[in-house]
């Protein structure tokens, strides 16, 4: 059974059990509680740190000659100066994090669709944009995987945050012990899914481990990490899917007979037409490797990227829209 290494996630408290959202309440999401065993979570909720009550007045974020103020509706009372300055003692502050989960369409803590009101009186149109302290996270670390609740409700979404989360937090026990044996072995075990991200900075972070430029293995380790980062950034297309599949059927063709070869071609098929979810085939390889004993392919993040105690039954059959 794997070891998983806990992901250090920034997390809006009021998604959680804390009851400091504006009326009181909390905004408890399921994922946050089942992922509580798995994950090491810093709360942090800016609109009670700048000294706001619970429950509280409404705020809003109004433009205001191409400024953004965040001002409390019922009584005109600004507290922009005071989350700016908030957000940045804690960007200073932190360090260590594999990632953000932030309250949606927050004034403070939203990333996106928060509704930013055009003026102060009542029944003022309204434009889309970020929450001050989301917008600040967003600036400053753009280079993590940053998400809101409510797109984690897509599966596709999820699944790359979840995948990337993890793969970072492997990764940092990987600067900890500060040796090139470690790094190796990272790099193999997450060859193939690495594969289905980008080949192309695959193969960068192949030449960096292969440190032909003879880097100390801080600045070795520092490199590869900036690769990584890089191929995280965004979600596998299927087609790269499809590829590492294919790949780690290879593993396979001299022991497979005709029938189970046409077999797996046809959920591959069935995958790339959108009729079947990435899980079925996936579960085949592995299925395979047991049963060829195949230690590599076993050990690949690909076949399992997190904890499956975090695969919702429900998404036995997503993941397969384009």
């Not at 049963?291 to 076949?303: A, K």
Request: glycine share 6%; aromatic share 10%.
């Amino acid at each position: 059974m794997l070891k998983w290494s806990k992901p250090r996630i920034v997390v809006s408290k009021c998604l959680g059990t804390t009851p400091c959202r504006y009326n009181g309440e909390a905004s408890t999401f399921d994922l946050y509680i089942k992922l509580q065993p798995f994950i090491e979570f810093k709360e942090v909720c800016p609109e009670s740190a700048i000294g706001l009550p619970t429950p509280r007045e409404v705020i809003r974020l109004v433009k205001s000659n191409d400024n953004i103020r965040l001002i409390e509706y019922s009584t005109q009372r600004e507290y922009t100066e005071d989350m700016v300055k908030f957000s940045e003692r804690f960007i200073n502050d932190l360090s260590g994090v594999d990632g953000f989960l932030l309250k949606s369409r927050s004034p403070s803590c939203g990333t996106r669709d928060v509704k930013i009101y055009n003026g102060t009186e009542k029944g003022a149109s309204s434009s889309k944009g970020k929450g001050i302290f989301g917008g600040m996270i967003q600036n400053s670390f753009n280079y993590l995987p940053i998400e809101e609740e409510g797109r984690l409700k897509n599966f596709s979404i999820r699944d790359h945050f979840l995948s990337s989360i993890f793969t970072l937090a492997e990764f940092s026990e990987v600067k900890a012990n500060k040796d090139l044996s470690s790094l190796v072995k990272y790099h193999s075990r997450h060859k193939l899914l690495f594969m289905s991200y980008n080949q192309t900075e695959l193969k960068k972070l192949g030449r960096i481990v292969a440190n032909h430029d003879h880097l100390n293995i801080d600045e070795l380790i520092d490199s590869y990490h900036i690769g990584l980062l890089k191929l995280l950034s965004r979600t596998p297309r299927y087609t790269s899917n499809i590829n590492v599949l294919m790949h780690a059927l290879g593993y396979f063709s001299d022991y497979l007979n005709s029938k189970e070869k046409e077999f797996m071609l046809s959920v591959i098929d069935k995958y790339r037409v959108g009729k079947m979810p990435l899980s079925v085939p996936i579960n085949i390889v592995k299925s395979h490797a047991i049963r060829f004993n195949n230690q590599y392919l076993l050990e690949q993040s690909f076949l399992e990227p997190y904890p499956e105690e975090l695969i919702d039954i429900s998404d036995s059959g997503k993941g397969i829209s384009r």
